[in-house]
């Protein structure tokens, strides 16, 4: 579904263009896809010579859902120092919390495609758990205990 959109990230950046197919939700619950994403980057970090890839300029990208696992194997890869250094990390429209459906870019935008809220929080919930049932839960931010709400309002919060 991706294979135009990298050929012309290759031919516009004049970059070598790697597309890591995963396995997807609700077949595959989560690790599934992060471990998939991961374990490509990491073969492809651990055999740059093979591919003739200067070290230098590996970037990871995703959009979506995949925006969410590109960000989490870069997270994963920051403190790694038996692997080059990921020079960037390019995400699009990623999907990066489900702690609050309820925040201004929901409360704002509710009637804008691409992903209404109730679907962000029913995708969320197939990738993470196959189980979509406690949806109306998750929408009301019920699925959050206090004291974690409170640990990660300095990061998903209102203000």
């Known amino acids: 579904s991706h294979e135009k959109v990298c050929q012309y990230i290759a031919k516009e950046s004049g970059s070598l263009v790697v597309s890591v197919g995963y396995r997807l939700a609700p077949e595959h619950n989560y690790p ?11 073969h492809f970090l651990q055999h740059l010579q093979h591919y003739a890839v200067d070290p230098a300029r590996v ?3 995703g959009d979506s859902a995949g925006g969410n696992l590109a960000a989490a ?9 038996d692997l080059p ?15 609050d459906f309820n925040l201004p870019s929901y409360q704002q935008n509710p009637g804008v495609p691409l992903l ?15 189980d979509t049932s ?19 309002s300095k990061w998903v919060s209102p203000d």
């Open 116 to 130: 209404f809220r109730e679907r962000a929080a029913f995708f969320a919930l197939q990738y993470l758990q196959g």
């Open 32 to 42: 599934a896809a992060y471990e998939d994403c991961l374990n490509a980057t990491q």
């Open 73 to 81: 194997v870069s997270q994963t890869l920051a403190g790694r120092s």
């Open 134 to 152: 406690n949806v109306e839960e998750v929408l009301e931010g019920s699925h959050i205990p206090p004291d974690m709400r409170l640990k990660y």
């Open 59 to 61: 970037t990871v990208c």
């Open 85 to 99: 250094r990921l020079r960037a990390q390019i995400l699009i429209y990623p999907g990066l919390q489900a702690l």
